[in-house]
């Protein structure tokens, strides 16, 4: 069955270091979403992404944020100053153009630990 | 807008008995809503989903959900859990207009299973 891969698994990183974290979304899937998961607590929406522009962003994704699709294939979340309560589990999603009720496909998700 | 409800963090059940999950929404569009299971170190899971038709959708390893409109619920149930149903299980919902739209996630209510 189709997935979606994200990598790095766990990153470390120090207070006001650049992160980028990298997925893959399933090949025919055309929107794409990145949630992050502070431990503890629910999954929270940041941004999504179809044609090549942010649809749609929370809050949480301040300037700090970016998402970017370079190649056709990956599809990246930079935050470019950590902070400490950056620390959290991000999750990439991906979803089929068509049928609205398609449910999103998730990756594993990279454990972001900001020291 | 969307939101959900599951009320406690926390249940037990025995290995063979009831397993009830609750999840209450609220939503200004008719709404689509999914469950997903997250077991330790993994990413989020799609169990089941109800879009339109069937209230009673049936999902993975046993699990199903009844969409009740009155009630502005979605409860999870499987009839005899396992010891391997021990895991964390989401409710969300989204609205079924707009192609994009965002899953709204609960807090989660994490499920323990006694031999």
């Known amino acids: 069955e189709p997935e979606v891969t994200q990598t790095p698994s766990h990153q470390v990183t120090q207070m006001g270091q650049e992160v980028i974290l990298r997925c893959v979304p399933i090949s025919n899937h055309l929107y794409f979403y990145w949630y992050r998961q502070i431990l503890g607590q629910k999954v929270e929406f940041l941004v999504s992404f179809y044609n090549n522009e942010i649809s749609e962003k929370s809050e949480i994704f301040d300037d700090q944020f970016s998402v970017e699709r370079p190649d056709g294939s990956n599809f990246t979340l930079k935050i470019r100053s950590t902070k400490l309560e950056d620390s959290a589990m991000y999750f990439c999603?991906?979803?089929?153009?068509?049928?609205?009720?398609?449910?999103?496909?998730f990756g594993s998700g990279t454990r972001l630990t900001v020291v | 807008a969307q939101s959900v409800t599951q009320l406690g963090s926390h249940v037990s059940v025995s290995e063979g008995a009831l397993v009830l999950l609750r999840c209450n929404y609220s939503s200004s569009v008719p709404p689509y809503l999914f469950w997903y299971v997250q077991y330790p170190n993994q990413g989020l899971q799609l169990l089941l989903k109800?879009?339109?038709?069937?209230?009673l959708v049936k999902g993975i390893n046993g699990f199903e959900a009844e969409f009740k409109k009155s009630e502005t619920s979605f409860h999870l149930t499987k009839p005899s859990a396992h010891m391997s149903d021990a895991a964390e299980y989401f409710c969300a919902v989204r609205g079924n207009t707009g192609a994009n739209s965002k899953l709204t996630f609960g807090k989660g209510i994490t499920l323990s299973v006694r031999p």
């Open positions: 109800y879009t339109t038709g069937a209230t």
């Open positions: 999603a991906s979803r089929k153009e068509v049928e609205k009720g398609y449910g999103y496909t």
